[in-house]
């Protein structure tokens, strides 16, 4: 918040047509800038777009008037201390004016050293609490830009720095979490382990540059191809796995098979040159009965996906139906499968 640049305090008087003379000259005479204003709806508005240091409110015509006048300061965003002036208000009047945000009631008739007394405290009262405003929107700043960076810290301990999917342990934890869920609604799960083939062999030809491009090109496709609903992660090396909640049998293989073929068809350049790269998946699927662990599911996908590997590779295996591979056939009787 900007504070007030002037090096002299500012002291609005909101007054009937004649003000007082001997308070006007006691305030110039201490160093105060003074400005005398009549009542109006207007002034009323000036005052709380302005940034004054003091408003001298005189209530002799009506304290509901008054009420108004401070709230209505109150409000603002730069609110001045208020000193009403006044006759002596009943007990009651005067905790209202204390409440709606007054500072002082001088009383009237009061000496100027009262007044001037008055007024320094109220100066005193705003500059500490302009301060304190000050520190608690710094507060607020610094509260913001450390959320923000305790978000980002979170968003890179959970993500794999290579391909930017989620790591293996940020995978776990969604899938435990998934779990939970299905067991406790009946929903379908489906979990995806998808390990590039022949993997060493492109790095140990291409260099490990093209052995992280195709990783990363890998990733991209996962990303393109599964519903923004999924869960995509890099589990480990050159291993993908994805998880894919509320979705039938029939889905979750298609979507394999998609992956599947999306890879076989990219075309992968190193050193000017074209080269192929496939991969193998394993899927295994859970409905919620009851009775398994995640690590189970886990455990299936990665048989099944040691499967495609063991007949052929460039395969997708299903968990519990052996020898399933990719074929017209088997996407026509998959979704059928339980």
Request: hydrophobic share 40%; with cysteine; glycine share 8%.
């Amino acid at each position: 918040m900007t504070q007030v640049q002037h090096s002299l305090p500012q002291i609005l008087i909101v007054t009937p047509p004649e003000p007082d003379a001997s308070l006007l000259a006691g305030l110039v005479a201490s160093g105060y800038r003074v400005r005398v204003i009549e009542g109006t709806e207007h002034a009323l508005r000036q005052v709380c777009q302005e940034a004054c240091d003091v408003v001298l409110l005189d209530c002799n015509r009506s304290a509901d008037e008054a009420m108004r006048w401070l709230n209505r300061i109150q409000d603002s965003r730069r609110p001045a201390s208020v000193i009403v002036i006044g006759a002596r208000p009943s007990p009651e009047e005067a905790i209202r004016f204390l409440r709606a945000g007054a500072f002082d009631f001088v009383i009237q008739p009061a000496s100027v050293e009262r007044l001037l007394e008055a007024v320094a405290q109220a100066i005193e009262n705003r500059r500490a609490f302009m301060q304190i405003m000050s520190l608690s929107e710094q507060l607020q700043s610094a509260n913001k830009r450390l959320r923000a960076q305790m978000h980002d810290l979170k968003r890179l301990a959970a993500t794999d720095s290579l391909t930017n999917l989620l790591n293996r342990r940020a995978f776990t934890s969604a899938l435990c979490r998934e779990f939970g869920k299905a067991d406790r609604y009946g929903h379908s799960l489906g979990l995806l382990l998808i390990d590039i083939d022949h993997f060493k062999r492109i790095n140990d030809r291409f260099g490990h540059l093209a052995g992280d491009s195709v990783l990363r090109q890998v990733s991209g496709h996962l990303g393109q191809t599964m519903r923004t609903v999924d869960v995509v992660a890099r589990f480990g090396g050159e291993e993908f796995a994805v998880l894919v909640s509320g979705a039938g049998s029939g889905h979750v293989f298609g979507a394999a098979e998609r992956i599947r073929t999306t890879v076989f068809e990219q075309s992968f350049l190193s050193e000017c040159r074209d080269y192929r790269v496939t991969v193998s998946i394993g899927i295994a699927q859970y409905q919620g009965e009851g009775g398994r662990l995640s690590e189970d599911l886990i455990r299936d996908a990665d048989v099944a996906l040691y499967r495609a590997k063991a007949n052929g590779r460039n395969r997708v295996e299903v968990a519990g139906f052996a020898g399933m591979a990719r074929s017209p056939l088997l996407q026509t009787l998959q979704p059928t499968m339980q």
